[in-house]
């Protein structure tokens, strides 16, 4: 069984930072693209950041330069620093493996719980 | 303001059929992009419901089913059970193809 368990949100003042992580099980991890998503209060979802196999990294516009996707392979986890956090970046922060070979047909199959970011002072 | 455009709210009564309509641009669902679907309840992470358009991952009922043509799509479903009352959001490509739109969400309320 997937399983997706992410961890390290919290509360944190304007301008800070914050690693969350997510510890992968129940599929060979290397193989798969992995994505953050994230869920303001009460509002829709939105993709975050994608990161291939090899490490190969793509972001959302409005974070790029202030957080960066990374993997441990061999640790089967899945990182994101968050830095130079804004009110806006507050959301539940979801891990999800994403499927599908082919450019621009990509889905989310697996998720986790989610991981709460609050950036307030 | 979502790239996708979802209705914000639908209602149907037991048994009834409803559609969940999607609506993008050439920059994704009009450029070939697939369209795919979750499902979402109150606190809990989304679950994946339809992907490449209209398929269903194993178990998820084929009440549900989804279709797409031009630059929209739609999500149908049939037999409407009072456990469907959830939100419900469209996902496909954005115009670099290495990332990914979502719509803003519609809510199902089964009256």
């Known amino acids: 069984e997937v399983q997706l368990v992410e961890s390290g949100g919290g509360l944190v003042q304007p301008g800070g930072s914050l690693r969350l992580s997510c510890a992968a099980s129940?599929?060979?991890?290397?193989?798969?693209?992995m994505s953050w998503v994230r869920q303001a209060p009460g509002k829709g979802l939105e993709w975050v950041a994608n990161?291939?196999?090899?490490?190969?990294?793509y972001y959302v516009d409005s974070v790029k330069g202030r957080f960066t996707i990374s993997r441990d392979n061999a640790k089967n986890s899945l990182h994101l620093q968050l830095n130079s956090l804004r009110a806006e970046d507050t959301a539940v922060y979801y891990c999800?493996?994403?499927?599908?070979?082919?450019?621009?047909?990509?889905?989310?199959?697996?998720w986790g719980q989610g991981t709460l970011v609050t950036v307030s002072a | 303001q979502s790239v996708l455009t979802q209705p914000p709210s639908v209602s149907g009564a037991p048994g009834q059929r409803v559609t969940i309509s999607c609506t993008g641009s050439?920059?994704?669902?009009?450029?070939?992009?697939?369209v795919h679907w979750y499902q979402q309840f109150p606190g809990t992470a989304p679950k994946l419901l339809i992907y490449?358009?209209?398929n269903r991952p194993s178990g998820v009922p084929d009440r549900f089913s989804g279709s797409k043509s031009g630059t929209s799509a739609s999500l149908a479903i049939s037999g409407l059970q009072a456990e469907d009352e959830a939100d419900y959001y469209c996902?496909?490509?954005?115009?670099?193809?290495?990332?990914?739109?979502f719509g803003g969400g519609t809510k199902l309320t089964v009256l």
């Open positions: 999800a493996r994403r499927r599908g070979a082919v450019a621009g047909n990509n889905w989310f199959d697996s």
């Open positions: 129940g599929f060979t991890f290397s193989s798969y693209w």
């Open positions: 990161i291939k196999q090899d490490g190969s990294e």
């Open positions: 050439s920059s994704n669902i009009g450029a070939g992009c697939d």
């Open positions: 490449g358009n209209s």
């Open positions: 996902q496909s490509c954005d115009s670099s193809l290495s990332g990914s739109v």
